[in-house]
């Protein structure tokens, strides 16, 4: 994290990159908004860094963010850009900032996000803040990433009625959730779920074990059962195929994939992206560079380095298994 005193910003850009989440709409609306608001000029990148590489750039008013803040995805819309990533692809970016005038950036994503933002802050002076923007909740200083309330509350409704269908006719159903190596939202939406088992990457499970639960559940007189797997940690379809042929008892699979990452973003994905877009904005306007705005455990919006932010895994609180395990009954 630097500050960079002298030198007075003029003209921001902003861009959303890699998997979308809900919310990132409400934070680009707060970072336009805000930009306007300190009497910056605010231009939109399309497609992430891929639009910076291959100047697509556009103007961004107040009225460009209207009736943004309650939909999914993003109007920016987003990229995984490949040429991001070698040193001639940003160069290209880099020069697509001078030939605008930009002289601050804002870089709504995850972790690849992030990592994309680090590099352009070695290699120009650009002022460069990092917002979390990602269902998976895996990025370190920030209690919540964007996005990631509105996936649990998403697949906590599919668990609901999965639930239903398992119910009546008592079988043993397998849930798998994103979350890439994180089991953030497997673990929030298996607990609120009332799953009888989450797999989660960060703990270690025994499939065996797992296995001999299930049976155990069943002797016991409990014919339904619903089991959250994190796509981190095993295959949905591994899971069932196990359980089938190590007790007999059949498991129906619902693999959830990106019906995560759409819909109406919840109340508290539109307000965090609101405090945190605008903060994004506040700091790049004092001549802050380098960092990223996160939340922190008493709710306060915080600035952190971004360094901090690309370094290492977020982790799940440690007693989070047990909790689990025994709440399943
Ligand atoms: O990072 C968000 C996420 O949805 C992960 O949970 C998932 O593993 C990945 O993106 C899927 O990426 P793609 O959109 O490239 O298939």
Not at 21 to 35: F, I, K, Q, S, Y
Not at 251 to 280: E, F, K
Request: charged letters at 25%; proline letters at 3%.
């Amino acid at each position: 994290m630097s500050e960079r005193r002298n030198a007075s910003v003029r003209k921001i850009g902003v861009l959303t990159s890699g998997g979308d989440a809900p919310g990132m709409n409400a934070a680009l609306r707060a970072v336009v908004r805000t930009g306007i608001g300190l009497g910056l000029e605010v231009v939109g990148i399309e497609r992430g860094f891929h639009g910076l590489v291959y100047d697509q750039i556009r103007p961004m008013d107040a009225r460009s963010v209207s009736g943004i803040i309650y939909l999914g995805g993003t109007i920016l819309r987003t990229a995984r850009s490949q040429e991001f990533r070698t040193a001639e692809g940003r160069q290209r970016a880099i020069e697509t900032l001078k030939r605008h005038g930009i002289d601050g950036l804002v870089a709504i994503g995850g972790d690849g996000t992030y990592c994309g933002a680090a590099a352009l802050v070695g290699e120009c002076d650009v002022r460069v803040i990092g917002v979390p923007g990602t269902i998976d909740n895996d990025i370190p200083g920030t209690l919540y990433t964007i996005g990631f309330d509105t996936a649990v509350n998403t697949a906590l409704e599919c668990i609901d009625r999965i639930r239903d269908t398992s119910e009546a006719h008592e079988r043993v159903f397998v849930v798998e959730v994103m979350g890439r190596e994180a089991g953030f939202i497997a673990m929030e939406s298996g607990l609120a779920g009332g799953a009888e088992a989450v797999l989660v990457p960060e703990l270690p499970f025994d499939m065996g074990e797992l296995c001999a639960r299930v049976r155990s559940w069943q002797e016991r007189g409990k014919k339904s059962s619903i089991i959250v797997v994190a796509e981190g940690a095993a295959r949905g379809e591994d899971v069932a195929r196990c359980i089938e042929q190590s007790t007999g008892i059949s498991a129906r699979l619902t693999v959830l994939g990106y019906i995560q990452r759409g819909g109406r973003p919840t109340a508290r994905d539109r307000s965090l992206a609101t405090r945190l877009g605008y903060t994004a904005v506040k700091l790049i306007a004092e001549g802050q560079s380098g960092a990223a705005v996160g939340i922190s455990e008493g709710e306060d919006v915080r600035a952190y380095p971004l360094a901090h932010a690309v370094s290492g895994k977020r982790v799940l609180p440690p007693d989070i298994g047990d909790v689990a395990r025994i709440t399943a009954g």
